[in-house]
């Protein structure tokens, strides 16, 4: 079960964000409604939100799970690998301290994204991305075998993220899309594969026996439905326009 969740309010410069979706630019205002919404689906979860305010000088900032990774048994605050993304760890880590003062850091020339860690039970799925790299991956094995946790890397070539491809509802189950539907690394789970249409989809998120599921994909969120979860549909074309999914809002722990 997650008790709490870090976000942080889209800025204005967000029309200046990475992206390769080629689906035009944010608009703020509508961002903000979409955020606002997000954040009440967690608290209805029973999650305990801490919003940070927008960071203008960070576009990005938004994406609050790339900067660090919770576990059951603590914190790490990642490098990531975009250089203009760098930044946003500093203005993270006094919001994770409140929870897990001291924590560790992955350090350069090591770069991890957290977007490309998956949790499942106490072992993390590491995705090689061109944000997460072997360095990257090697530390952030050895900082979980700190806390008593495992992790492994998972190769991967053509997703932003791991978790743009793959993720976990509890219970065994995964929502898979592309070439994680087939991986090697995946075979022990009850797959649920997402369509090439409804990708976007196969970022899901598992809140508290609850499934946040984006809106607009009705094969996908018959498939979780039929799985037995409730779920909850929210809006996330602001935010789709930036390659960011359900998962990159929120840090939840
Ligand atoms: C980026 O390219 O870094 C942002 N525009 C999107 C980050 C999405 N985060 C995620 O998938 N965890």
Redesign the pocket.
Known sequence: MFKNAIVRKPSKSMVK????ARLGKPDHDLACQQHQDYVTALQECGLQVTVLDALEAY??AC?V??VALFTPKGAILTH?G?AS?QGEVQFIAPAVSQFYPNPDSIVAPGHV????IMMVGGHFYIGLSS?TNNQGAHQMIALLAKQGLSGSMVKMSAL??L??GVSYLENNNLLTFGELHSHPDFSDFNRIEISQEESYAA?SVWINGSVLVPKGFPKALAAIQALGYDTKELAMSE?QK????L??LSLRF
């Open positions: 964000g990475l992206t390769s576009p990005d994406f799970e790339d990531p975009a993304r994204d957290a977007g490309d944000r932003l993220h978790k743009t970022n935010f930036l390659d960011g999914g998962s990159c």
